[in-house]
C-alpha cells in the first residue's frame, strides 16, 4: 500500500479531518479583541517551511497580550491532534479601589514608611527640659 505524501496531520476544515504532507503539521490559537479562543489544525508542506530543520513560521512570540501562538510537529502521524498551543499572559486591569480600601492602604503605607523615632532622652528628662 502506498503511504502518499508521508505525514498525516489532523485538519480541521478537510472533509475527512486529515492532510498529508513531506512537511510538518501544526496547531494554532488565536484570540479575537472581544477574547474568544479559536484552535486550527493542518499542515504544512516542506516547500514553503523555511529553514526546513527549525522552521520561522513555527515560532511564536512569547510577548505580553499576544494573540496567537503556535505549535509544529513532525513526530508521527496525528501528532498536531491534541496539541493546544498556550498563549502569553495578557496585561490585567485592575479597578480602582473605592475611598475607604484608599485611606485603608494610605494609613498602612504611612505606618509603615514613617521612620522609627528613637527617644535619646526619658519622659521625666524631656519635661525636666521644657519646664526650664
Same mark, same amino acid.
Given at each position: 500500500? =502506498? /503511504?502518499?505524501? *508521508?505525514?498525516?496531520?489532523?485538519?480541521?476544515? !478537510? +472533509?475527512?479531518?486529515?492532510? =498529508?504532507?513531506? *512537511?510538518?503539521?501544526?496547531?494554532? @490559537?488565536?484570540?479575537?479583541?472581544? *477574547? &474568544?479562543?479559536? #484552535?486550527?489544525? /493542518? !499542515?504544512? +508542506?516542506? =516547500?514553503?517551511?523555511?529553514? +526546513?530543520d527549525n522552521p520561522i513560521s513555527c515560532h511564536h512570540s512569547n510577548n505580553v497580550d499576544? #494573540?496567537?501562538?503556535?505549535?509544529?510537529? /513532525?513526530?508521527?502521524?496525528?501528532?498536531?491532534?491534541n496539541i493546544v498551543p498556550t498563549l502569553s499572559p495578557s496585561?490585567? =486591569?485592575? &479597578?480602582? &479601589?473605592?475611598? $475607604?480600601?484608599?485611606?485603608?492602604?494610605?494609613?498602612?503605607? $504611612?505606618?509603615?514608611?514613617?521612620? @522609627?523615632?528613637?527617644?535619646?532622652? @526619658?519622659?521625666?528628662?524631656?519635661?525636666?527640659?521644657?519646664? @526650664?
Amino acid at each position: 500500500m =502506498e /503511504r502518499g505524501l *508521508g505525514l498525516k496531520c489532523y485538519c480541521d476544515i !478537510c +472533509p475527512n479531518h486529515t492532510c =498529508e504532507t513531506d *512537511g510538518i503539521c501544526f496547531a494554532t @490559537t488565536t484570540k479575537s479583541k472581544k *477574547g &474568544a479562543l479559536t #484552535h486550527q489544525y /493542518r !499542515c504544512i +508542506p516542506k =516547500e514553503e517551511l523555511t529553514p +526546513p530543520d527549525n522552521p520561522i513560521s513555527c515560532h511564536h512570540s512569547n510577548n505580553v497580550d499576544d #494573540h496567537f501562538a503556535i505549535e509544529c510537529c /513532525r513526530g508521527a502521524d496525528y501528532c498536531n491532534l491534541n496539541i493546544v498551543p498556550t498563549l502569553s499572559p495578557s496585561t490585567v =486591569e485592575i &479597578a480602582p &479601589a473605592d475611598a $475607604q480600601q484608599c485611606a485603608i492602604l494610605l494609613d498602612y503605607s $504611612q505606618v509603615l514608611i514613617a521612620p @522609627t523615632y528613637i527617644p535619646t532622652k @526619658t519622659l521625666t528628662e524631656a519635661l525636666m527640659t521644657v519646664e @526650664t
